[in-house]
């Protein structure tokens, strides 16, 4: 399967701790974005990559949050001292920019429970 | 906010065609029309995609309205599978700018019944 995967699928915190979270883009995707999703809510953009530069960041993404993609291939979101609201699925997707309409394609997600 | 009006919840048989209603009377020209559809706890899953013209894929089919101020996805033959949450988003592919994420709104939980 060449499709974009996301690690680990789920993830159990205490409230305080910090979590990472990474994603594996469909090969030669230039592009990756981060969602988020909260229960019965659909997904909401957090940032997205243009290879390794950072070029956007939604007003939903605190401090607390960082996403790096240093390579230009995987990307890993960091949320530092974890808070229950926090718990989500967290969506990663990539499209390649410069053909055709640049389709976002989605992970499976990563649920995130902070206890 | 999405762009977009969807009904929150429809039902259809099995082996009937789904047809999916989306409203977007303020899309743009160069904007266009993509369905994704939420199987439960799974990610988002590309479906299609049109600018003006219908459009069809192994998956489903999309009709525009001339006006192009909404649109209807169709599931041909629709299976207990087909059964999740789908979201209609208009949006302008990236062009050389800047681009934003796709904007989800509610979407229409479908549900097919044996």
């Known amino acids: 399967d060449t499709g974009v995967s996301q690690n680990p699928r789920h993830k159990i915190t205490k409230r305080g701790q910090n979590v990472t979270f990474r994603c594996d883009p469909i090969s030669e995707h230039n592009r990756l974005y981060w969602y988020r999703q909260t229960l019965g809510q659909g997904p909401e953009f957090l940032t997205y990559?243009?290879?390794?530069?950072?070029?956007?960041k939604s007003r939903l993404l605190s401090d607390r949050f960082s996403a790096e993609r240093p390579k230009g291939s995987f990307s890993t979101l960091e949320i530092q001292r974890t808070e229950q609201g926090d718990s989500a699925m967290y969506l990663c997707?990539?499209?390649?920019?410069?053909?055709?309409?640049?389709?976002?394609?989605f992970g499976p997600g990563t649920r995130l429970t902070v206890l | 906010d999405a762009k977009t009006t969807q009904p929150p919840s429809m039902d259809c048989a099995e082996g009937r065609a789904a047809n999916l209603p989306c409203n977007h009377s303020t899309i743009s020209g160069n904007e266009y029309v993509y369905w994704y559809r939420q199987i439960h706890s799974q990610g988002p899953q590309y479906i299609i995609h049109?600018?003006?013209n219908n459009e069809t894929n192994e998956m489903a089919s999309l009709i525009i309205t001339e006006d192009r101020k909404s649109s209807t996805l169709i599931l041909p033959h629709a299976t207990l599978r087909d059964t999740a949450v789908y979201y209609c988003i208009v949006r302008v592919p990236y062009s050389g700018g800047g681009a934003d994420g796709l904007t989800f709104g509610k979407g229409t939980h479908l549900i097919i019944q044996p």
């Open positions: 990559f243009q290879n390794e530069a950072q070029l956007e």
């Open positions: 997707a990539s499209s390649f920019n410069g053909r055709g309409t640049d389709t976002q394609y």
């Open positions: 049109g600018l003006k």
